[in-house]
């Protein structure tokens, strides 16, 4: 999909991501598929936990209880 993501230089702790739909990837003029735009989100949920366990020293734990 070629998803762009930058980190916002105004605000340390925020991601940017661009996506630019390639015409097959839409239904309707205009429209884009929605597993084209699920799959972005998924990406970017997946770069927003990296950095924040990788550059924001934020550890995802698992309660034993």
Not at 26 to 55: E, K, N, Q, Y
């Amino acid at each position: 999909l070629r998803i762009e993501v930058t980190r916002d230089g105004s605000s340390p702790g925020r991601l940017i991501g661009r996506l630019d739909p390639p015409p097959h990837a839409t239904g309707f003029p205009g429209i884009t598929h929605g597993g084209v735009l699920f799959t972005a989100m998924d990406c970017m949920a997946t770069w927003v936990a990296l950095v924040r366990s990788l550059f924001e020293d934020r550890q995802s734990t698992i309660d034993d209880r």
